[in-house]
T-cell receptor
Framework: DARVTQTPRHKVTEMGQEVTMRCQPILGHNTVFWYRQTMMQGLELLAYFRNRAPLDDSGMPKDRFSAEMPDATLATLKIQPSEPRDSAVYFC???????????????FGEGSWLTVV | DAKTTQPPSMDCAEGRAANLPCNHSTISGNEYVYWYRQIHSQGPQYIIHGLKNNETNEMASLIITEDRKSSTLILPHATLRDTAVYYC?????????????????FGQGTILTVHP
């Protein structure tokens, strides 16, 4: 089965350290999303890309977060410096361009569980 | 994207049908109704989506009212493994400006608990 792959699955880091999360979208998908989930806020969209170009990153704290797609098979989300309030599950998702029933379903990875102490 | 309203929680007996309602009274003509679920500690899982016709797949059925202001997700024979948070989302698949292309906006969802 094709799936979105995220690494690392779990990360514990100290405040102030840089954290990089990686995502391999499903082959052939040209839209990639980053979501963050916490108990308080639920699932929030941080940023998303289409054809590797950022479409919207308004949900992302700009001072410490950055998202990139170095190539079509890799998306990265970086936090520098990390803070305890960044502790959350970070989900990557991908979808294929197209409208209607032709298939613009978005598929999620299993998440990267981040704890900043 | 239009807002959805779901009950915060529901219970269902194992083997019975689970009917999860969703209101989306401000839905626009180009917005689809999507359902996802999230089982504890996993990523959201796609279930089904539709525009105005009823839809069925191997996981569930989706019934959309004629005015499209509400819908119901039906799990025909719920099992314990269907215990999860179910999200109803209305979504523009693409717009001319591309600024809201395909994004999913999650609400709080419905916590479905299936009992033995």
């Amino acid at each position: 089965d094709a799936r979105v792959t995220q690494t690392p699955r779990h990360k514990v880091t100290e405040m102030g350290q840089e954290v990089t999360m990686r995502c391999q979208p499903i082959l052939g998908h040209n839209t990639v999303f980053w979501y963050r989930q916490t108990m308080m806020q639920g699932l929030e969209l941080l940023a998303y890309f289409r054809n590797r170009a950022p479409l919207d990153d308004s949900g992302m704290p700009k001072d410490r977060f950055s998202a990139e797609m170095p190539d079509a098979t890799l998306a990265t989300l970086k936090i520098q410096p990390s803070e305890p309030r960044d502790s959350a599950v970070y989900f990557c998702a991908s979808g294929r361009g197209g409208t209607g029933r032709s298939g613009n379903t978005i598929y999620f990875g299993e998440g990267s569980w981040l704890t900043v102490v | 994207d239009a807002k959805t309203t779901q009950p915060p929680s529901m219970d269902c007996a194992e083997g019975r049908a689970a009917n999860l309602p969703c209101n989306h009274s401000t839905i626009s003509g180009n917005e689809y109704v999507y359902w996802y679920r999230q089982i504890h500690s996993q990523g959201p899982q796609y279930i089904i989506h539709g525009l105005k016709n009823n839809e069925t797949n191997e996981m569930a059925s989706l019934i959309i009212t004629e005015d499209r202001k509400s819908s119901t997700l039906i799990l025909p024979h719920a099992t314990l493994r269907d215990t999860a948070v179910y999200y109803c989302i209305v979504r523009v698949e693409a717009n001319a400006g591309g600024t809201s292309y395909g994004k999913l906006t999650f609400g709080q969802g419905t916590i479905l608990t299936v009992h033995p």
